[in-house]
């Protein structure tokens, strides 16, 4: 039973149903636990202003937690004909309790309940994005600690440039994860600010609900006072959450360029785990870095998703569009990428090994021309001329060999 329905006769042509609903009522699963704890503030809230008896309040908060139990065991199944989530749950409450469950939708419209269902379960997501960068630093950490002073050619131009080594190398990359967890830091001090009671994006006239009362029920560090701007928070958010993964993902692109060339017979500077790695049907021989070039790909899939979401929520004027619906299925696949990710990472630093002898062999003099220059500016040779002596030593030689 759909929520918006009023009596006959307004049956919806099952073509169009399975159109508005799309994917929604599927995607819509994750999000039963946090609308059940949202919807379990909102009762007690309605009790405290008086719109709830106590026990209506018991009752509410009881099935609640049963749906949410039934939930986790997958066994609250959300039908197309139920739309999404928040239908499903109150159909479920009717059901359960009759004119007790009929009361829960009092103050509160969908707009506002998605909202604050995607952003508790955005909170939760990001918590575990931190635990896996930090998980993904602490194996960046032990490559340094195993293998950190071996030598590494630099490049710039994908020409070698100056000597670096497998702890700059590493390094490079802990830094940059560092830097994403503040990030994800700021994304969650920025989305933490409870949208609930701005119901349909216009606030809740008459009855006198409590904001903050839900607010910290929820665990929220603030209310979003103005019910237009937790509307124009939709879409808005999920795209600087996206953001962040793309920035992370933007990190595991590079460290998968390089670790595929590193790997290449041709480089030979690394040797990946056998366990990594894949075959070729036709090719007896191969080793494949399938996971690297994957992992390279992602990041591409989790810009599209940044990118849609932004795309879908231009040009649309104040307040809730159906249109938004579509962000979610971005937001998932976005962030459930990132997260597979940075697992992935993990187990193939885990099992990465340099090897040192082919390191060593690169390490090939050109690598220090800067070092020789600025050796002459040390004994006071002007740079620029220090420059050209050490330019015109590595010409006579042909560019090769020791100058
Ligand atoms: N599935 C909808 C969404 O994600 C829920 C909100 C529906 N609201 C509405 N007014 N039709 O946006």
Known sequence: MKLWRKGEGDDLDPLIEAFTVGNDHLLDQRLVPYDCRASTAHAKMLCKIGVLTDEARDALCRTLEQI??????????????????????????????????????TARSRNDQVLTALRLYEK???????QLLETYRTELDDVVHRQGTVPLPGYTHTQRAMPASV??????????????V???????EMIDQSPLGSAAGFGVPVLGIDRQMTADILGFAQVMDNPMSAQLSR???????????????????????????????????????????????IMPQKKNPDVLELLRAKYHEV???EFKIKSLGGNLIS??????????????NGIDTTASCLKVVAAVLGGLRFNESTCRAAMTDELYATERAYTLVDQGVPFREAY????????????????
């Open 235 to 281: 879409g808005k958010f999920e795209a600087a959450i996206l953001g962040v993964c793309a920035q992370i993902m933007y990190d595991l692109n590079k460290l998968a360029s390089d670790l595929i060339l590193f790997n290449t017979r041709e480089f030979g500077f690394v040797e990946l785990d056998e366990r990594v790695c894949t075959g070729s049907s």
């Open 182 to 188: 503040r990030q994800v830091d700021h994304t969650i």
């Open 319 to 332: 307040g809730y569009h159906r249109d938004l619906q579509l962000t979610k299925g971005a937001l998932f």
């Open 303 to 305: 810009l599209g998703e």
């Open 124 to 130: 939760d997501a990001l918590g575990e994005l931190k």
């Open 388 to 403: 050209q002596q050490v330019a015109a030593a590595y010409r006579d030689k042909g560019n090769k060999g020791n100058p």
């Open 68 to 105: 949410a139990a039934l939930a986790d065991e997958d066994k609250f199944p959300i039908e197309q004909s139920d739309e999404d989530c928040h239908t499903a749950i109150e159909n479920h409450l009717i059901k359960e309790l009759g004119d007790v469950g009929k009361t829960i939708h």
């Open 167 to 180: 702890a700059m190398w590493a390094g490079s990359f802990a830094d940059g994860a560092a830097g994403d």
